[in-house]
């Protein structure tokens, strides 16, 4: 079991991202936000940079949280699918480089304007998908699918569904704790009701490799992609996070815990810690505050014996 993080929720700023990585203890960042950049897209001057930074901290990149068919890729756009191949050919070769064995990938954008899950989006979202797995086949990477606002993130049936469609060894699951507080359940017929964390994970838990980390509590919808939420430390929304988590080790979960905390960071501007530090300390806080949960479930788990 290890951890690591979006430290770009800790700053944009790279030096900052590999110091709040050591101020934790951790040997892991999980890179998404580099500057205004990612990895993808960086200049080769500024990949080698940041390698060397890396090369000089002791600290790795263990994923790359690329964009590749996220919840801004609409299924039937020709440019949203070019554009999500193109950023997966791109970082490759630095993956390679950097020894990063997986990426966060999706499964497109839900359609609002029509049957999401119609034979017609399902026969564009299956063979894009499948197609950059077999990319990631071919070069060695795992393509961890996150269950998110994209067809496989829709209910945990079209997670098992998108599991069987793709049937590759490099494809496998990344579960977010607090996605489904905000997520309708793409079940039946309207009206549909929000996701249950632990129900969703309870039936895709035989195919998680790794974990997001992410807790908050419902507010209402809006007139854009994402509901409102109110994202809290990990414990204190409905994402179900220790339960969880304590599920998780209790049946020998050994992989990684990747901090993403989306907190909105109150600071006063008259106080001697600016917005800049206040994010900074909120991922620290965050990094803390989870290692406490995974820590008291392994002694749970050692005192119950089981």
């Known amino acids: 079991m290890y951890y690591t993080g979006f430290a770009d929720e800790a700053s944009y700023d790279f030096a900052k991202q590999i110091q709040a990585t050591q101020e934790l203890g951790w040997k892991y960042i999980e890179s998404r936000k580099i500057g205004d950049k990612t990895l993808a897209s960086i200049s080769d001057e500024e990949f080698d940079k940041i390698s060397e930074m890396l090369e000089n901290s002791g600290v790795q990149i263990n ?20 554009s999500s191949k193109a950023e997966l050919l791109n970082v490759i070769p630095r993956m390679h480089k950097l020894g990063i064995k997986m990426i966060r990938g999706m499964s497109f954008a839900i359609v609002r304007d029509e049957d999401p899950d119609s034979e017609y989006i399902r026969s564009l979202v299956f063979p894009k998908v499948k197609e950059f797995v077999e990319i990631c086949e071919d070069n060695g990477i795992l393509y961890l699918h996150e269950n998110c606002m994209n067809y496989g993130g829709m209910s945990y049936e079209h997670t098992l569904r998108l599991l069987d469609k793709i049937d590759s060894p490099n494809f496998k699951l990344v579960f977010d704790t607090g996605n489904p507080v905000t997520t309708w359940d793409y079940r039946g017929s309207r009206p549909y009701k929000k996701q249950s964390s632990w129900e969703f994970y309870s039936n895709v838990k035989n195919f998680i490799y790794y974990v997001h980390i992410k807790d908050g509590v419902y507010i209402r919808e809006t007139d854009k992609i994402f509901a409102e939420a109110r994202w809290t430390f990990p414990g204190e929304g409905q994402g179900d996070v220790v339960r969880i988590v304590e599920d998780l080790i209790k049946n020998g979960y050994d992989g990684g815990f990747s901090m993403e905390p ?7 501007e008259n106080e001697s810690v600016g917005e800049e530090d206040a994010v900074y300390q909120n991922y620290i806080e965050y990094g803390k505050r989870f290692m406490k949960i995974a820590e008291n479930a392994v002694l749970k788990f050692k005192q119950s014996g089981t």
């Open 262 to 268: 989306h907190m909105s960071v109150v600071f006063h």
């Open 63 to 82: 994923c790359y949280g690329s964009a590749v068919a996220n919840w801004s890729k609409d299924p039937r756009k020709e440019e949203d699918y070019l």
